[in-house]
Each structure stands twice: as C-alpha cells, then as structure tokens.
C-alpha cells in the first residue's frame, strides 16, 4: 500500500500559489490530505513550513525548541515545496494504512497520533 496527497492547503492562506512571505523569516502552518493510493478516504497531517532564520529565533526566545513536523526552507518557493512534499508522501508505503501513516506521521502530525 501506497500513499496518496490529495491537498495541501494552509488555515492562514486562501492560495498558496500566490502567497508571498510577509517577511523573509516566516512560518506557514500547513494541511496535507493524504489517503490510501488504491481506496478512498483521507487523513490529515499538519506541519509547519519555514526560514532557518525563525527557527532560531524561535530557539533564540525559548531556549529550546523541538523542531518535529517542520520544514525549513530558504524562502517560499511553491512548486518546489509541492513536489517535495509530494515526493515524501508518495514514498511512504507499508502494509497497511496504519504503517502508511505512521511513515507519513515522521512528516506531519496526523490527527490521529498519540
């Protein structure tokens, strides 16, 4: 069994295509729809994209910061970060949906972990 993205979207932007950055440090919570390549359904795994710079500042303000679930990137590049991300998704494959997901969860946290 194969993964499947079926979105990716961000609770903070109507059209990732053509959003631009408010700054050059950022980060942009994000939303991948991923199910089972060969049957229907979805789950959700949410990550955070952002700049090596605001992760450290981050660190920089807490002291230490646990980095799970991030992406960092140079700067906003969609088509990049969508064949990434497509690239990772479409790699995971197990079993069964449950060893999908766990791989997928490395990732994004999936809605239905812990």
Request: net charge negative; aromatic share 8%; charged share 25%.
């Amino acid at each position: 069994m194969r993964a499947r993205l079926h979105s990716i979207s961000s609770p903070d932007v109507v059209d990732l295509r053509t959003w631009k950055p408010p700054s050059e440090e950022f980060a942009l919570p994000i939303r991948l729809l991923v199910g089972p390549s060969d049957a229907h359904g979805e789950e959700s795994f949410d990550l955070t994209v952002c700049t090596g710079g605001w992760l450290a500042d981050c660190a920089n303000h807490l002291g230490v910061i646990d980095a799970r679930h991030h992406l960092v990137v140079d700067d906003f590049d969609w088509d990049a970060l969508r064949d990434y991300i497509t690239r990772r998704v479409e790699a995971c494959a197990g079993d069964t949906w449950l060893e999908v997901a766990a791989g997928l969860s490395r990732l994004g946290l999936w809605e239905f972990e812990d």
